[in-house]
Each structure stands twice: as structure tokens, then as C-alpha cells.
């Protein structure tokens, strides 16, 4: 199984030839997360891969969930069998605004860091974040395919948000 170094802001850039690799990169990645990482935002055109890596990010994190593009749905919720991890799959391409993320009822999956006094982990895949980018919450993890059809694709994977520069700055400074 593929391995990353440390997720950081230094960018990990990935070649992918087939779909499968595109899963294998995202089973990496949610085996790389720590338990604040709870926000992937999934960057790239129509047809680049975004739904195939969150599959793989779902083979680790809720195994056996069916995963398929929530475009029409806008979230799909997976879970694991014993129920202790939820993740959210959603695809904002649809939204016009932030009201619409409301009266879907989305804002009640976005992991929002909070405990919630039930054990359970809940984290959040999301397709077109530039729709609404007021949805990117203060730290998240920035997954970005390029390319898409017959082309070489490249997936690049950092970590991004305000809150992380604050936290970089200063570990920089002490
Ligand atoms: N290297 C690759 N990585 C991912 N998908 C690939 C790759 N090569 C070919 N494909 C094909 O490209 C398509 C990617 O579709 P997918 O639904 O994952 O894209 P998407 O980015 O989620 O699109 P949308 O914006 O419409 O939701 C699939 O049909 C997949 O089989
Ligand atoms: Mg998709």
C-alpha cells in the first residue's frame, strides 16, 4: 500500500494512470490522517477523479460502504460497520449559495471539530468547494486532481486553511 511522508503544507504530488491508483492514493491518504484531519476538499474538473479517491478514502475509513457521486443526493453518508465513524460525501456543484447548504440540511454533517458527546468520528469529503467556499472550515486537507479523460492525471495533497499558518508561524517562531 502506498505511504505518504508527513502531511504538511509541502505539497505531495502524485501520478495516476487509472482509477484504481486514484483509490489506492486515497486509502493512503485516510490512513495518514490524525484525528483533527476531519475536511478533505476535492479540487478538480468534471470527470478529473474527485468521487474515485473519496472510494478509496471510504475503503478505510467506513469499509463496505457503497460509494457513488452524490451529485444529484448532494451528501451521501457512509458509515463503518460498528457505526464510530461517519463520513460525508458531498458534492456542492448543484448549490448556488450558502442557504441552499442549509435548507439540504448539509451543515449538520460538516465535521465541525465540536465533540458531540457520542464517540462517534465524523468527518467530511466535499466535490466542488469553489461553489461555497465559505464551507472550507479554518484547517482542512486540500486534495487537487489535474488532468481528466485520456490524459496523465497528477493529484496533489496538502494541508490548507488559515489555522494552519497560524499554527506553522508559530512553531516557527518558538
Ligand atoms: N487516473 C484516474 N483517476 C481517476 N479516475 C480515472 C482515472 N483514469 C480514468 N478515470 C475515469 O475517470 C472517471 C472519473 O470519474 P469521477 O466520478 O471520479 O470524477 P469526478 O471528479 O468526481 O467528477 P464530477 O465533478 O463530475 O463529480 C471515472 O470514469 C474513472 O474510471
Ligand atoms: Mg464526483
Known amino acids: 500500500m502506498t505511504e505518504f511522508p508527513e502531511l504538511s503544507h509541502n505539497p ?11 483509490e489506492e492514493i486515497g486509502a493512503a491518504l485516510a490512513a495518514a490522517l490524525d484525528e483533527n484531519d476531519s475536511f478533505i476538499a476535492l ?3 468534471l470527470g ?12 478505510v475509513l467506513t469499509p463496505g460502504a457503497y460509494v457513488h457521486s ?3 443526493a448532494i451528501v451521501n453518508l457512509y458509515t463503518n460497520p460498528d457505526r464510530s465513524t461517519q463520513l460525508a460525501h458531498m458534492d456542492l456543484y448543484r448549490l ?20 458531540r458527546g457520542d464517540g ?3 468527518l ?10 465559505s464551507v472550507l472550515p479554518g ?3 486540500r486534495v487537487t486532481i489535474e488532468g481528466s479523460g485520456e490524459e496523465t492525471r497528477f493529484i496533489t495533497i496538502e494541508r490548507a486553511g488559515g489555522d494552519c499558518n497560524i499554527k506553522n508561524n508559530d512553531s516557527i517562531s518558538n
Open 96 to 115: 448556488e449559495d450558502d442557504d441552499d447548504l442549509y435548507s439540504i440540511g448539509c451543515d449538520e454533517y460538516m465535521p465541525d471539530g465540536k465533540y
Open 124 to 133: 467530511a469529503a466535499v466535490e466542488w468547494c469553489e461553489k461555497l467556499p
Open 120 to 122: 462517534i468520528r465524523r
Open 43 to 45: 479540487y478538480g474538473g
Open 70 to 72: 452524490p451529485t444529484y
Open 139 to 141: 484547517r482542512y486537507i
Open 48 to 59: 478529473a477523479g474527485k468521487t474515485a479517491f473519496v472510494r478509496g478514502l471510504a475503503s
Open 12 to 22: 505531495i504530488r502524485l501520478l495516476t494512470e487509472t482509477a484504481e491508483r486514484t
